[in-house]
DNA sequence: CGAAGCATTGAAATATATCAACACAAGTGG
DNA sequence: CCACTTGTGTTGATATATTTCAATGCTTCG
């Protein structure tokens, strides 16, 4: 099959590869797995021997908490890592769902490694998008911890859609997104009715629509604002056309 | 003078340095600097272009949110690096400040990426560092999304000294902490008169002491309880003494 | 001593949760 | 292709945790 390897299309989002560097990543052996919807990827309190890759699919984060309540700390889309922390960090200390059927690319932690050593720039790299994730989850602290619903929902929509795009994966403010408002709700940390009814007043303020697993921005400069959202904190990569809003500005 | 370097005691309290590493730490070249209580050390926005090991004092990194509210993401206690992340990650995305007096052991990142290519245990250590720090993002983020407000400052305190016991910084069940009300309050997104009432609830449980900047554990599992806590997120290296329960047990 | 910071209190306002029912869509099996 | 079941979205009414406002008391410190 003429499938080439699963990380490079991660790395060369970013950076431009040397030959050498491209081989490296050539030669690491990868083995590609399929997780159904739904089912659990890790669970907390595992040790994981491998990483590994979203090559295809939503996946997500999360922990639960006292009341049995879950809380989503972060939704992966492919070229993600979710778990890159696990090569340094023996215990699991969360939950990783397939919100849809996934794809996986699983390295090795021994040849992972191995390959940080040898490859600094990309060990580098790889290290920085765990720094990045980390940047994610203290948005998200601020999200629940500071802003009100309809706020809170804004700014995961706007969040979203950035990162889709930036994969390539949303054309004029529209982006496939399967999740419910019960997984909304979980990553906001509202109740799922009280998500139903900010999702309507944003609907009602023509600023998204979202139905069937898609998410359509129609306001973004709206959306922006009424999130209170500044991008710095994803570290996207620059984006090609200057304007760096996405889909239709305001009437 | 007979001060050892500063980074030396954050690696020997989790690893045994052979010689060389021992060499190549006594040799990174380390500017202290003194920083006074309640100002900034970084801002969102900057560009460091060095790192800084926090060798005495409390700091804090946090973010302001649409309301001009402040969202305080973590505290910093001695033998941090609240700002490793800048080594790879150009944009700073969030304020830094220090909570009392604070002396800082500076770093370039020129002198502390070659340590990293050169020093691959101790690199892979301080990245391990910054993913324990993600980590308890997430259980911040968590706290503040599924927690109720008695539980949440609960869990802050537990969280607050078990780190401080592993520094060796609580005897019996007390340690120093120089935060005010109002600074819990920013750290669990409760108000500050919700704050007070929620520690005088923990107060009125005989579950702690919290006054002058002093903070005494009564009842360590009933805290655990209230708080819903455990403690694998902090990672924290393995106690000598076999309980992992500091201070006194219920009656 | 006065001033400033911090803790505490009470009362009223509000955002959000909970409960319970219903509508609607999609997928399944007969 | 229909009847059925299940998952998802929606609505209304009520309950509650938490916020806000405003005032007061207590420390600490210069």
Redesign the interface.
């Known amino acids: 099959m003429n499938t080439s390897h699963p990380l490079l299309a991660k790395f060369e989002r970013s950076l431009t590869l040397t030959g050498a560097e491209r081989d490296a990543i050539n030669v690491l052996p990868v083995r590609l797995e399929v997780v159904k919807a739904d089912q659990a990827i890790l669970r907390?309190?595992d040790r994981p021997k491998r990483s590994f890759l979203l090559v295809e699919g939503l996946a997500c984060?999360s922990?639960v908490?006292?009341?049995g309540?879950r809380?989503i700390?972060a939704f992966h889309l492919p070229e993600d890592m979710p778990d890159l922390?696990s090569l340094?960090?023996d215990?699991r200390?969360?939950d990783t769902w397939a919100m849809t059927n996934c794809t996986l690319a699983f390295v090795s932690h021994r040849d992972l490694d191995r390959f940080c050593?040898e490859q600094?720039r990309l060990s580098?790299f790889l290290?920085?998008d765990?720094?990045?994730?980390?940047?994610v989850?203290?948005?998200?602290?601020?999200n629940?911890?500071?802003?009100e619903g309809l706020?809170r929902m804004a700014h995961l929509f706007c969040e979203l859609m950035l990162r889709m795009r930036a994969l390539g994966r949303a054309k004029d403010g529209t982006c496939d997104l399967a999740l419910t408002q019960a997984d909304l709700a979980e990553a906001t940390?509202l109740s799922q009715v009280h998500t139903n009814r900010v999702i309507q007043e944003l609907r009602r303020l023509e600023l998204i629509s979202f139905a069937r697993g898609q998410l359509t921005v129609h306001d973004w400069d709206g959306l922006v604002e009424t999130a209170?959202f500044r991008a710095?904190?994803l570290?996207l990569p620059p984006v090609d056309r200057p304007e760096s809003a996405p889909g239709a500005r305001r009437a």
């Not at 989850?137 to 601020?142: D, F, I, K, P, S």
């Open positions: 907390e309190g984060n922990k908490g006292p009341n309540k809380q700390l922390a340094y960090l215990l200390d969360s050593d600094r580098k290290w920085r765990t720094l990045i994730n980390a940047s989850h203290r948005e998200w602290t601020v629940v911890g500071l802003r706020a940390g209170d710095d904190y570290h």
